[in-house]
């Protein structure tokens, strides 16, 4: 059964850093696409970033290029979203996900991730 949890949400002033975790488990994610959405409320939810667990490539959203960072630490097997420069319009519950037909770029579309976390709260204040 595969299983994803988030972790590292918080409340923080614009302008901090906050990384994000997400922990995977329940199978081997060899070749899947791993993403990171957000949604705020009143708001559908949006993609983030993405990654290629076996190869790092990467794509991001334009409202993030530039203050985020996606990763994974396949030993750990961990995914990462380090966000930088944070601002109020950044507040939304994070989810990460996992596309197991990922080919050959990371998806940036949510209807195409089979797996998903349960999501970890992030507020930006002014």
């Known amino acids: 059964q595969v299983q994803l949890v988030e972790s590292g949400g918080g409340l923080v002033q614009a302008g901090v850093s906050l990384r994000l975790s997400c922990v995977v488990s329940?199978?081997?994610?060899?070749?899947?696409?791993m993403g990171w959405f957000r949604q705020a409320p009143g708001k559908e939810r949006e993609f983030v970033a993405a990654?290629?667990?076996?190869?790092?490539?990467?794509t991001y959203a334009d409202s993030v290029k530039g203050r985020f960072a996606i990763s994974r630490d396949a030993a750990k097997t961990t995914l990462y979203l380090q966000m930088n420069t944070l601002k109020p319009e950044d507040t939304a519950v994070y989810y990460c996900?996992?596309?197991?037909?990922?080919?050959?770029?990371?998806?940036?579309?949510?209807?195409?991730?089979?797996?998903w976390g349960q999501g970890t709260q992030v507020t930006v204040s002014s």
């Open positions: 996900a996992a596309d197991s037909n990922s080919w050959p770029f990371p998806s940036q579309i949510s209807a195409e991730y089979d797996y």
């Open positions: 329940g199978r081997t994610f060899g070749d899947y696409g």
């Open positions: 990654i290629k667990w076996s190869g790092g490539r990467t």
